[in-house]
T-cell receptor
Framework: EDKVVQSPLSLVVHEGDTVTLNCSYEVTNFRSLLWYKQEKKAPTFLFMLTSSGIEKKSGRLSSILDKKELFSILNITATQTGDSAVYLCAVDDSGTYKYIFGTGTRLKVLA | DTGVSQDPRHKITKRGQNVTFRCDPISEHNRLYWYRQTLGQGPEFLTYFQNEAQLEKSRLLSDRFSAERPKGSFSTLEIQRTEQGDSAMYLC???????????FGEGSRLTVL
């Protein structure tokens, strides 16, 4: 059965720290991996990684995809309190129509 | 606002009652998804529409759950004879054909007493 596993489940850091969030997956027909940020509302899109785009960067956030080892990481440098959220990883399996989400990593950044 | 909109945002109901949620996707998006999210968990897939066709349903979607997208635009999710275990956030998302990104609505939070 397809699955997406994120680690750690939660993380507490201080402002200015760098964090690395992990996402491993097992799907039959991988098409893409997506990262979302969820505060107290709907998930908002961060990155999409595919075979043709295995590294993305936006400001202090960056992500890479390792298709051989079936995982992705999301890095956040110089963390700020506004980065506090749940970070969700989702995988699109082209053999189905659904995106499979992990449980998420809850990040808390202390001032 | 041209994002995904959901209504109502909050619904409190008594066990055994029926509830219906509505989702209006981004207008040019032909793909529509319903997900359910409980506290501390990631979104769980419920069902998927491409235009008006319901192409996939999760095993989680018991016979008390039904979803429609009659004209390929807005969608409704109905839960009949609600149970306390149905309490969750119901998220709707849409995407364009061939694109990967899902755009989520704010969600409809259901509390079953």
């Amino acid at each position: 059965e397809d699955k997406v596993v994120q680690s750690p489940l939660s993380l507490v850091v201080h402002e200015g720290d760098t964090v690395t969030l992990n996402c491993s997956y097992e799907v039959t027909n991988f098409r893409s991996l997506l990262w979302y940020k969820q505060e107290k509302k709907a998930p908002t899109f961060l990155f999409m990684l595919t075979s043709s785009g295995i590294e993305k960067k936006s400001g202090r956030l960056s992500s890479i995809l390792d298709k051989k080892e079936l995982f992705s990481i999301l890095n956040i440098t110089a963390t700020q309190t506004g980065d506090s959220a749940v970070y969700l990883c989702a995988v699109d399996d082209s053999g189905t129509y659904k995106y499979i989400f992990g449980t998420g990593t809850r990040l808390k950044v202390l001032a | 606002d041209t994002g995904v909109s959901q209504d109502p945002r909050h619904k409190i109901t008594k066990r055994g009652q029926n509830v219906t949620f509505r989702c209006d996707p981004i207008s040019e998006h032909n793909r529509l998804y319903w997900y359910r999210q409980t506290l501390g968990q990631g979104p769980e897939f419920l069902t998927y529409f491409q235009n008006e066709a319901q192409l996939e349903k999760s095993r989680l979607l018991s016979d008390r759950f039904s979803a429609e997208r009659p004209k390929g635009s807005f969608s409704t999710l109905e839960i009949q004879r609600t149970e306390q275990g149905d309490s969750a956030m119901y998220l709707c998302a849409s995407s364009a054909q061939g694109a990967g990104e899902l755009f989520f609505g704010e969600g409809s939070r259901l509390t079953v007493l």
